[in-house]
Every structure is written in C-alpha cells, then in structure tokens.
Nanobody
Framework: VQLVESGGGLVQAGGSLRLSCTASGTVSSISAMGWYRQAPGKQRELVADISRHGSTNYADSVKGRFTISRDNAKNMVYLQMNSLKPEDTAVYYC?????????????WGQGTQVTVSS
C-alpha cells in the first residue's frame, strides 16, 4: 500500500485546513486508516483514526476541532482541522493498517507540514 498526502500549509490560529490522503496498491487489504503527527523534538502521536466501517477515534487534544472521514470507493481519508492552534504545528502523516498474506502491516505517507502561526 502506498499513501500520498496533500493539503498542508501555513494558517493563522483559529483557521482551518483539510488534509487528504490517497491510497494505492493492495487497498482491499486496508482495515484502519488514520492521521498521526510529529512536532519537532516530540514523538509521533495519533491524531485520529477510522475503521473501514466508519468507527472513529480521536486524541483528546483535537476532539471537537478535527474530523476524520473516509471514502472507501476513492481509497481516500481526510482530516478536517478547524480552530487550529499553534500547538497543532507538526508534520502530519497518513497511516494505513491491514493484513496481506496473513501479515499485519503499517503503511505511511511521506508527511505534510502544517504550520499554525499565532
């Protein structure tokens, strides 16, 4: 599975951005998709994920501000980010989890930078 993100950029605090991620390859093997982020000097952390059937999970820090959605027909996952804060500044990575030939995998995109200015 290959993942390509788009939609990052620079935005002022309080603004919005929408990230998109397109999956290709053995997409039928994908179960969950999600977004992680990594700020300078910090570990990569889960932002939100969504199962094939639409069950979602969010980090406490983004609940009520971010919304993850998925279009299985287009093999895409989105992250709508509203009320952005400077502490949301990070590289955001798309992730896909699944099983191929009885082996679990984690696939990652190349990352897209999100910068929120105060």
């Amino acid at each position: 599975v290959q993942l390509v993100e788009s939609g990052g950029g620079l935005v002022q605090a309080g603004g919005s951005l929408r990230l998109s991620c397109t999956a290709s390859g053995t997409v039928s093997s994908i179960s969950a998709m999600g977004w992680y982020r990594q700020a300078p000097g910090k570990q990569r952390e889960l932002v939100a994920d969504i199962s094939r059937h639409g069950s979602t999970n969010y980090a406490d820090s983004v609940k009520g501000r971010f919304t993850i959605s998925r279009d299985n027909a287009k093999n895409m996952v989105y992250l709508q980010m509203n009320s952005l804060k400077p502490e949301d500044t990070a590289v955001y990575y798309c992730n896909a989890k699944g099983v191929v030939t009885f082996r679990q995998y984690d696939a990652w995109g190349q990352g897209t930078q999100v910068t929120v200015s105060s």
